[in-house]
């Protein structure tokens, strides 16, 4: 029945018709691939994508300059005609006219302080670009009549700003942005008019430049800070103040510190600063000049600061604050950290602190100081060894491993209430704690199963997960700032050396090859690079490496041992302990291994440092 010719004829129709579809399905799909090149080439050879040239200008300016832009340069060298323009022409500088920037009047606020027993008050002034915008990065978009690249260049520039590479003969937007963090123009020099096009330009053009925060090896700006304090009853503390002032905008690797009197300017006056005093330092070419009054006012300090633009003479930052004597460190700190956050867009570093093991007292106990060394305070005081301080990112909460019940269990301390529990006490090693970027996870080491593994657990102590399978010993772990990977130290290649690993403890790769020892590492917050120790000729040392293996570099070279580094949280410094002196200390350095700066010096021994968020 099967063999019969009416079978076999429909079996013949049913076959042609799925050679007819297989085809139609064919053709299609090279109809498909067809736009779709297409759609690629008119992007790339039709749709001039568009690109952003951040300018970044090297002093906080005022709206005055913000259309002082030049025309685009095509590929044969000559200026593209402005007719070609979307928006509107490109103003000649005799036609550009001064936008006024309003600065409200000052509001007074009350900004928690280290301790419950301290005040201090703080007044903030911030500006407003012309369209009314507020923040540290606002785009005026009043008139602009391309959302798509408002909206892309809005997310770049707030995530993390500075010049990217200007690729010549393509068309862009300009941008340019003061050294305030404020975003002074936009102009669109060319765009292909089809907002579904403008869209894939952008987004592709964005996964090819980084905008990174301004390295330490851009040109410093140039920067004066004078005072017009005359109050004989605080001359010691006006010193302690101009000392911190200057240490601290040095340490943040962003300005060139100008000294005024070498400039043989007269800043001694009666009130605030004059314009005159401002413009002629900008004469010398000061780009910013930071003044500061310090005062008594009803038995109580006044720290008052402003950062001025030496050429408009504008103020960029006013901050004043109150406080007893013992907070005068405190207070500069502050007010450095708001300069920098103009500057960078990025918190400043100056009010953080650092956590440290000391036995300055016979014990192995926490330690917190000052970033520059100063205000230190004993935090335990049981009386049993203390390792591995670790701070949690909100800056609350310290774990630490203690042996004060004989096992090195992992507590976790309480910074503002002082109270502490033990975390984890299983039998054996509870060791190196490491906070996940959210708080919500602690990585450690257990070796409650025998051999030292890698572990997790919540905040509370619940939903344990053994992360590492190896029979060789797994140690020190350090979290990616996007939480997504841990790096920790294993010597299941024979000897130490560093691993990477999934955050659920999967895709394990090794990240050392060279040397047979190289631990303790620490994930920067920037993501570029994680810091470790290796043995180089016998000694200990602090270098880097990128995540990926790649860019090896040795940062300390010391006749002793350099151990134990951590990162500062704006990346650009890093901490470790040192015996360079004879005995452990403390110190800091920039992150290119250069400006060593000791901050522990005592008798005591002072180890495994870690640094506040």
């Known amino acids: 029945m099967n063999d019969s010719p009416i079978s076999i004829n429909r079996y013949s129709r049913f076959s042609s018709e799925i050679e007819k579809m297989l085809l139609l399905s064919f053709a299609l799909h090279i109809v ?17 994508t568009t690109i952003y040239e951040v300018k970044l200008v090297n002093l906080p300016q005022s709206t005055e ?49 280290p301790s419950p027993s301290r005040k201090v008050e703080e007044t903030r002034g911030e500006k407003k670009t012309a369209g009314g915008i507020s923040g540290p990065v606002a785009i005026s978009s009043d008139n602009f009549k391309f959302p798509y690249y408002e909206i892309s260049l809005r997310n770049k520039i707030e995530r993390n700003w500075s010049p990217p590479p200007l690729i010549k003969g393509s068309s862009w937007v ?14 669109i020099i060319e765009t292909s008019g089809n907002s579904f096009f403008d869209q894939a330009s952008v987004d592709a053009y964005a996964q090819d430049v980084n905008l990174g925060v301004i390295r330490a090896e851009a040109q410093k700006i140039p920067i004066a800070a004078f005072d017009i304090s005359d109050n004989a009853k605080i001359k010691g503390l006006k010193e302690t103040a101009k000392d911190v002032l200057f240490a601290d905008l040095k340490r943040t690797q962003l300005f060139y510190l100008v000294d005024v009197e070498k400039l043989g300017i007269d800043t001694r006056v009666n ?33 008052e600061g402003n950062l001025y633009d030496s050429v408009s003479t504008d103020i960029v930052v006013s901050k004043r604050y109150f406080g007893n004597e013992n907070l005068i460190r ?54 049993a060894i203390k390792l591995s301080p670790a701070w949690s990112p909100d800056g609350r909460w310290l774990a630490y491993t203690s042996y004060k019940d004989g096992n090195p269990d992992i507590y976790v301390v309480d910074l ?28 450690f080491t257990l070796s409650k199963d025998g051999n030292s593994e890698i572990y997790t657990v919540r905040r509370d102590g619940s939903d344990l997960k053994r992360l590492t399978y190896d029979p060789a010993t797994d140690v020190s772990p350090t979290w990616s700032p996007n939480g997504r990977e841990i790096a920790f130290n294993s010597d299941r290649g024979g000897t130490p050396q560093l691993y990477i690993m999934n955050a659920d403890g999967t895709n394990v790769r090794r990240l050392t090859f060279w040397g047979d020892y190289n631990t303790s590492p620490a994930w920067s917050p920037k993501g570029d690079k994680i810091a470790f120790v290796s043995r180089i000729d016998g000694k200990f040392r602090i270098c880097v490496i990128n995540p990926d293996g790649s860019f090896f570099q040795q940062l300390t070279d010391a006749s002793t041992n350099d151990e134990s580094p951590k990162w500062s949280p704006d990346g650009r410094h890093i901490v470790f302990s040192s015996r360079r002196h004879g005995k452990s200390d403390i110190y800091i350095m920039n992150a290119d291994g250069s400006e060593v700066e000791r901050l522990t010096n005592d008798s005591s021994s002072n180890i495994n440092p870690s640094w506040s968020p």
């Open 32 to 48: 498909l691939i067809a736009v779709l090149l297409f759609n690629q080439y008119f992007l790339f050879r039709f749709a001039k």
């Open 65 to 113: 300059l913000s259309n002082t832009l030049t025309p685009p340069v095509d590929k044969k060298g000559d200026i593209k005609s402005e007719k070609k323009a979307a928006s509107k022409p490109i103003k000649k500088k005799e036609e550009i006219k001064k936008k006024e920037v309003n600065v409200p009047e000052l509001k007074k606020e009350e900004v928690r302080s």
């Open 174 to 187: 300009r941008v340019v942005i003061g050294r305030n963090g404020k975003i002074l123009s936009t102009e």
């Open 271 to 303: 009130s605030e600063p004059q314009k005159e005093v401002i413009k002629r330092m900008g004469t010398f070419g000061v780009s910013a000049a930071v003044w500061a009054r310090l005062s008594l006012k009803d038995k109580e300090l006044v720290l």
């Open 330 to 383: 405190n207070m500069v700190h502050r007010f450095v950290d708001e300069i920098v956050f103009r500057y960078t867009g990025s918190k400043g570093i100056a009010n953080t602190r650092i956590a440290f093991i000391s036995d300055r007292s016979g014990d192995k106990e926490i330690y917190i100081i000052d970033y520059d060394g100063n205000n230190p305070k004993k935090i335990t005081g049981d009386k």
């Open 416 to 443: 503002e209430t002082s109270n502490r529990w033990k975390m984890l006490g299983f039998s054996g090693l509870n060791i190196s704690p490491s906070w996940s970027p959210d708080g919500q996870l602690l990585a």
